[in-house]
């Protein structure tokens, strides 16, 4: 799909930011290195299994597939003004690691999995609350902790998880929150090891050599304007 801007009227502007497939929108405004709204296309091109939530019918409330991701992940790199190619794609790909790509919100494994344990990065239970603490309000996790031990670690979960734009914002939070200028910095010029000490240095888990594939395709992906 492609809609040429000289089609639309100038109100239709408005929709850049979160819409989809406007690939001329934002021309004459985007720097380099910065990247336009990501659409379906763009994460299928990643990571094709993202086409179809078909094949995961094992926890089929949980999968996204790349149509619904797309406005969630535009949606959350606007709210943590995420602009660089370079940091939209190792979050893009480290989501996708995290999550089987994007079929799972919470954590499975080992069955029955880890409480509390979830979103699209996939983040510990002391994250999650920080974040839903960030996105819901300290009153919110009080009242869902109060539900006690693992249940109150999953009610906590649930508050970032229950809507697409909080699932999926939990990398860029991550990112802005936790970061050093320095990580962020590695991120976006795209450098191998910009992208491992993102992995080591802030997520803090080891730059396992599977999870390189997702970063190449995804810097790809958004470099070719897809
Ligand atoms: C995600 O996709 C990759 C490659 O297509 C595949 O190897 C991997 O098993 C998938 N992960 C899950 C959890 O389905």
Known sequence: MYIKSSTLFAGAFALCAFAAP????????????????ITKETLIAIEPKTASCAASPKFPGECADAARAA???NKA???????????????????????????????????PGRPGQGSRMMAMPPFIKKYATAVAGAEAVAKAEAAGGDAGLNAVLELVISDDEKSFGSAPWFLTSTCTPEVRKGLEAETVDGWHDFLTKCVETTAAPERDPLWTAAKKALNSGN
């Open 22 to 37: 406007l690939p001329d929108c934002d021309e004459d405004t985007t720097s380099p290195g910065t990247s336009n709204a």
């Open 77 to 111: 790199f606007e709210t943590y003004k995420i602009t660089s190619k370079g940091e939209q794609a190792a979050l893009i790909a480290y989501m996708l690691f995290e999550s089987g790509n994007f079929t799972y919100n919470r954590n499975h494994f080992p069955e």
């Open 71 to 73: 406005p969630a992940i």
